[in-house]
């Protein structure tokens, strides 16, 4: 791999959910967006049940949120916040507790031109 920048996505891209999914990269398959400002890029697949985490969204708070049960990542570390919701909501605890350590892998980005590059 080149010691080059890669192009990810220009933020006006990102919509309202503030992530993507960006294929094809040299890590796989990522999750790109922003959250509070910053850039992020993490591993794309859900620990949970595998959705697609680019295609949740970034909250309020600045988590990654999966769009499958709103299990919450935080995307500059990785770990699970918050286990998944809605009918897995009482075994979230546990759920976190098995999997948070099995943290989402994250990648160096930058904001530059508009747009959020893999460095
Ligand atoms: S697949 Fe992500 S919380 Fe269930």
Redesign the pocket.
């Known amino acids: 791999m080149s010691n080059e920048a890669i192009r990810l996505v220009a933020v006006d891209e990102l919509g309202d959910s503030q992530v993507t999914v960006i294929e094809d990269t040299p890590h796989g398959t990522l999750a790109v967006g922003v959250s509070e400002g910053e850039p992020f890029a993490v591993s794309n697949t859900?620990?949970?049940?595998?959705?697609s985490?680019g295609k949740?969204c970034v909250t309020e708070g600045g988590g990654l949120e999966?769009?499958?049960?709103?299990?919450l990542y935080d995307v500059k570390t990785g770990r699970m916040l918050r286990?998944?919701?809605g009918a897995?909501k009482p075994i979230a605890g546990p759920v976190k507790a098995t999997l948070g350590s099995r943290r989402l892998k994250t990648y160096d980005v930058e904001l530059r031109d508009g747009a959020i590059w893999l460095t």
Do not use: D, I, S, T
């Open positions: 859900c620990r949970h049940l595998f959705a985490l949740g999966c769009p499958k049960h709103k299990a286990g998944p919701q897995f």
